[in-house]
């Protein structure tokens, strides 16, 4: 049993790397490097190649005895993916159907695969009447307050049922995927998870692996480059949403939490259980002031911050139900404190300041 981690030298892919290898599975990394750093596969094994390079990946699924597919090799930048949809569309949905061929080809039956909340788009923009349309209610009650002009009294969480409707071209290019392996796993008989993830953030407690994107474009490693005076300032996408200060909530989930429930995940279908898809977030959503007053907490000095305008495309609130990854396959998110998460990120923000390429 042996499972290939596509684009594992990432943020979340290395993080999942190393815990599968601590918990003594036997794993082999595949990317391309184009975002991903070697550095961050910290000896694993790993081999440099493109999920798109059927015939490539077909040797290595057969030399190393491949039998599982973590596959997290995508484009994921959703203002990028609106200015120039043709990569978008290429790496993730042709670069992963060619990944499903090889599969199916190869006889590989297991995949687990990284989608994200972005196929849910903006929650409640699809409604008629002015009521939220793909919500359910769950234990958030200052998110409910946001919601009361709009008919709804309880708190407003959503999960794996409601309604998808991507607004960016990186959600829809993952829902395409989603919908290409219930009609894989139908004739093909692959079997399949597909794991939502909302906002993923920190890193491994052991300060040597975190996120480093080239550019860098979300907030929480934003704001800590900005404590670290790599930048003069953070800029507050917008005030007026109706939230409780204006700024935009969203439900951030440490990605050592996101690593378990991949190596849950793998086990789930090992044992024979039916393809699923699951949320993965912690339920409780932090606005943009708030992680902007938590890290001034967690580095101990002021953050400087200033309102610019709204980015487009951004929901004012992103919160999920993962009662089903909860019940069903046993997660147990070890980092829902928000305090707890931006440690971690700081952490490694300060080992390595300018992230794997200068210490
Ligand atoms: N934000 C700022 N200033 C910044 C950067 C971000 O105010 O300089 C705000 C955004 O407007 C948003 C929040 O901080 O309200 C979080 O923004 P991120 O860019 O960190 O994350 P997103 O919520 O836009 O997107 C992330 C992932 C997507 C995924 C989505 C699902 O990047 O891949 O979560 O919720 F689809």
Known sequence: MRILITGGAGYIGSHTAKMLKEQGHDLLVYDNLSTGHAEAVQGLPLV????????????VIKDYEITDVIHFAASSIVGESMQNPRKYYL???????SLLNTLVACKVERIVFSSTAAVYGEPGNNSENGLIEGFVTAGVTEIAKQFATAGQTE?????????????????????IIE???????????????????????GADDSGEIGEDHQPETHLIPLVLQTALGQRDKIVIFG??????????????IHVNDLAQ???????????????????LGNGEGFSVKEIIRTAEEVVGRVIPAEVGARRSGDPAVLVASSEKAK???GWKPQYSELEKMIV???KWHQNHPNGYSQK
């Open 344 to 346: 971690t990120a700081w």
């Open 179 to 201: 919908n290409a392996l219930k009609d894989y796993s139908r004739a093909y008989g692959l079997k399949y998870i597909s794991l939502r993830y909302f906002n993923a953030c």
């Open 261 to 279: 429930a991949h190596l849950l995940a793998v086990g789930y279908l090992r044992e024979g259980n039916a393809s699923e898809i699951f949320n």
């Open 48 to 59: 440099q190649g493109d999920i798109a390079d059927g015939e490539r990946l077909a040797k």
């Open 239 to 252: 005030d007026d949403y109706p939230t409780r200060d204006g700024t935009c909530i969203r439900d951030y």
């Open 155 to 175: 708190p407003l969480v959503l999960n794996e049922d409601c309604p998808l409707k991507p607004t960016s071209v990186y959600g829809q290019t993952k829902l």
């Open 327 to 329: 019940k069903l396959l």
């Open 91 to 97: 790496n993730n949905v042709v670069g992963t159907i």
